[in-house]
């Protein structure tokens, strides 16, 4: 497990799931927020990913050339950036067009119907 995520189980959790997730999921929500696209989420994540393996590396002796580490560890910021991007913009939409949206489950809406 350690030589795939290039670092240790802990840390990969400290500074990739709490401390950078924290940064993605606050990505998402300024992007939901904006009214940008959600490819956005995704290029943004692949560099929190970068910014992620650096941690890694600089703070906690991990491997910074680590392809499978930073694959992962992007997948999961990217995730949770486009998490927190659908979340806000389905709230977003039945918030800002009561009269048009409801919610539809956690991260969608629908068009109301007639009446």
Known sequence: M???LGTSLGVF?????IVMGFAAYMTGQALGNTWKPAWHAVVYGI???FADRFLVFALFDG???SLSGFLIDTAVLIAISLFAFRLNLASKMVSQYPWVFERSGMFGWRQKGPG
Do not use: D
């Not at 959790?13 to 799931?17: D, E, K, L, Q």
């Open 2 to 4: 350690e030589s795939m």
């Open 13 to 17: 959790i400290g500074i990739t799931v």
């Open 47 to 49: 560099l929190l990913g």
């Open 63 to 65: 491997e910074l050339a």
